[in-house]
């Protein structure tokens, strides 16, 4: 039975028909998963008319109006008060909905077409980047990393929120960063680029990351390690840029999204605490000015203000809410931000699955950690753990700031994963 493993596996990595033909297989779960999700979420949501046409306008978020006045060559907004509002979202995942619905606007193969996407990147980026240096096993367990865990396998699944590109895209650039493959710092570039512009909370990774790579890769023959570092420079540059064309304003850092103010306003908040995490932080009671803005970034501007004196006011009382984030990120494995339902009951009953993922994450943290502290001498040679806790660290701070729900936690959830196999990879070479 082993050996019939060993050729089958021989065969699929090994020659160019196994490999087409596991690529098959890896995306016939995909759509198949797809479709049962696109089928479970439309008898949930009004998502799709009479005709299975994706209806873009209730695509929640926010991003729905965005999305269809691309759609309709309308132009790159959304709507407030009869005001554009240019950077209420990020457009990474808008583009791709995008692309997707100029192919078809069938709900189900909207679905379908987005995942086999991004399910045959991460697929392809997997395999040329381990292949040579790491043993089948590995490379299966990597490969199904994304579908392991049901909660994470749904948010990738998603199309409704840049979450579901970080499910895919994060792993990616960990996998990247510890690939030995010499053009590894292409899949590197791509990965931060598509993290730049799904979620503002990857601000600090995208800046930080491409000097980490000058740190461990001291190769100088490996002229491409200078990619990550332009892509982040274009990057701040072309948002930025657009930033200044359509508001006269060059938005950077905090500013990425005019949204970005309003959002932390719930957090900075002395209800917070009565509603995190079990609750929706939407449900939080707002005092709504009888102000109308003139531009989104006067809502910035006003909502940013009134944020930083409540921190002058209540500094203490946002430091104790920063525990109640710090123990959900690390032990929270109840469904949260609920909405009450029709008795106006909350559903924070406990996501089995999720229990399992945080007893990954946080095994994956100690394990890294002990490894970095008995060899803080010889840091440099344990990149592959530096880059894991650094990542962590990186993609933790800004939901400290603001606040983390699971959806939040599924790209430093999948990379928990895949780094606790690369340790018993590791662990088991070194044995043998």
């Given at each position: 039975?082993?050996?019939?493993?060993?050729?089958?596996?021989?065969?699929f990595?090994?020659?160019?028909?196994?490999?087409?033909?596991?690529?098959?297989?890896?995306?016939?779960?995909?759509v198949?998963?797809s479709?049962?999700?696109?089928?479970?979420?439309?008898?949930?949501?009004?998502?799709?008319?009479?005709?299975n046409?994706?209806i873009?306008?209730?695509?929640?978020?926010?991003?729905?109006?965005?999305?269809?006045?691309?759609?309709n060559?309308?132009?790159?907004?959304?709507?407030?008060d009869?005001?554009?509002?240019?950077f209420?979202?990020?457009p990474a995942?808008?583009?791709?909905?995008?692309?997707?619905?100029?192919?078809?606007?069938?709900?189900?193969?909207v679905?379908?077409?987005?995942?086999?996407?991004i399910?045959?990147?991460?697929?392809?980026?997997?395999?040329?980047?381990?292949?040579?240096?790491?043993?089948?096993?590995?490379?299966?367990?990597?490969?199904?990393t994304?579908?392991?865990?049901?909660?994470n396998?749904?948010?990738?699944?998603?199309?409704?929120?840049?979450?579901?590109?970080?499910a895919?895209f994060?792993?990616?650039?960990?996998?990247?960063l510890?690939?030995?493959y010499n053009?590894?710092?292409?899949?590197?570039?791509i990965?931060l680029?598509v993290?730049?512009?799904?979620?503002?909370?990857f601000?600090?990774?995208?800046?930080?990351?491409?000097?980490?790579?000058?740190?461990f890769?001291?190769?100088?023959?490996?002229?491409?390690?200078?990619?990550?570092?332009?892509?982040?420079?274009?990057s701040?540059?072309?948002?930025?840029g657009?930033?200044?064309?359509?508001?006269?304003?060059?938005?950077?850092?905090?500013?990425?999204?005019?949204?970005?103010?309003?959002?932390?306003?719930?957090?900075?908040?002395?209800?917070?605490?009565?509603?995190?995490?079990?609750k929706?932080?939407?449900?939080?009671?707002?005092?709504?000015?009888?102000?109308?803005?003139?531009s989104?970034?006067?809502?910035?501007n006003?909502?940013?203000a009134?944020?930083?004196?409540?921190?002058k006011?209540?500094?203490k009382?946002?430091?104790?809410?920063?525990?109640?984030?710090?123990?959900?990120?690390?032990?929270?494995i109840?469904?949260?931000?609920?909405?009450?339902?029709?008795?106006?009951?909350?559903?924070?009953?406990?996501?089995?699955?999720?229990?399992?993922a945080?007893?990954?994450?946080?095994?994956?943290?100690?394990?890294?950690?002990?490894?970095?502290?008995?060899n803080?001498?010889?840091?440099?040679?344990?990149k592959?753990?530096?880059?894991f806790?650094?990542?962590?660290?990186?993609?933790?701070?800004?939901?400290?700031?603001?606040?983390?729900?699971?959806?939040?936690?599924?790209?430093?959830?999948?990379?928990?994963?895949?780094?606790l196999?690369?340790?018993?990879?590791?662990?088991?070479?070194?044995?043998?």
């Amino acid at each position: 039975m082993l050996d019939r493993i060993l050729n089958l596996q021989k065969f699929f990595f090994e020659s160019f028909k196994g490999l087409v033909a596991l690529y098959l297989i890896y995306i016939t779960i995909i759509v198949i998963s797809s479709l049962f999700f696109g089928i479970l979420f439309s008898n949930k949501f009004q998502v799709m008319d009479v005709n299975n046409n994706i209806i873009l306008e209730n695509i929640s978020f926010e991003f729905g109006e965005l999305i269809s006045n691309l759609f309709n060559s309308k132009g790159y907004y959304h709507t407030v008060d009869s005001i554009k509002y240019y950077f209420i979202k990020l457009p990474a995942l808008p583009f791709l909905i995008l692309f997707v619905t100029k192919l078809s606007t069938n709900f189900y193969l909207v679905v379908i077409l987005k995942n086999i996407i991004i399910f045959s990147i991460y697929f392809f980026t997997v395999v040329s980047l381990l292949k040579k240096s790491f043993n089948n096993n590995f490379l299966i367990l990597v490969l199904v990393t994304p579908i392991l865990i049901p909660y994470n396998y749904f948010v990738a699944l998603n199309y409704n929120y840049g979450d579901c590109l970080v499910a895919i895209f994060f792993p990616l650039l960990f996998i990247s960063l510890i690939s030995v493959y010499n053009k590894k710092f292409y899949s590197i570039s791509i990965a931060l680029f598509v993290l730049y512009f799904s979620k503002t909370t990857f601000f600090l990774i995208v800046l930080v990351v491409p000097f980490l790579i000058f740190y461990f890769e001291k190769d100088k023959k490996k002229f491409t390690k200078f990619l990550p570092l332009l892509i982040m420079i274009l990057s701040i540059l072309s948002w930025g840029g657009f930033g200044y064309y359509k508001t006269g304003k060059f938005i950077f850092g905090s500013t990425a999204l005019s949204q970005n103010a309003y959002g932390l306003s719930f957090v900075f908040n002395k209800e917070f605490k009565n509603y995190y995490p079990d609750k929706s932080t939407d449900l939080i009671p707002q005092d709504i000015p009888d102000l109308k803005f003139k531009s989104e970034w006067d809502w910035y501007n006003y909502y940013n203000a009134r944020n930083k004196q409540y921190l002058k006011d209540n500094f203490k009382s946002y430091l104790k809410d920063c525990t109640l984030k710090l123990k959900f990120i690390f032990f929270g494995i109840n469904r949260d931000g609920a909405q009450p339902d029709n008795n106006g009951n909350y559903n924070n009953k406990i996501r089995v699955s999720m229990v399992l993922a945080k007893i990954i994450f946080n095994l994956a943290i100690i394990l890294s950690l002990t490894k970095l502290i008995k060899n803080y001498k010889k840091i440099i040679n344990f990149k592959e753990e530096f880059y894991f806790l650094s990542l962590m660290a990186l993609n933790i701070a800004p939901h400290l700031i603001g606040w983390a729900t699971s959806k939040h936690l599924v790209g430093i959830l999948n990379i928990s994963i895949i780094y606790l196999f690369f340790y018993i990879n590791k662990y088991i070479r070194k044995i043998q």
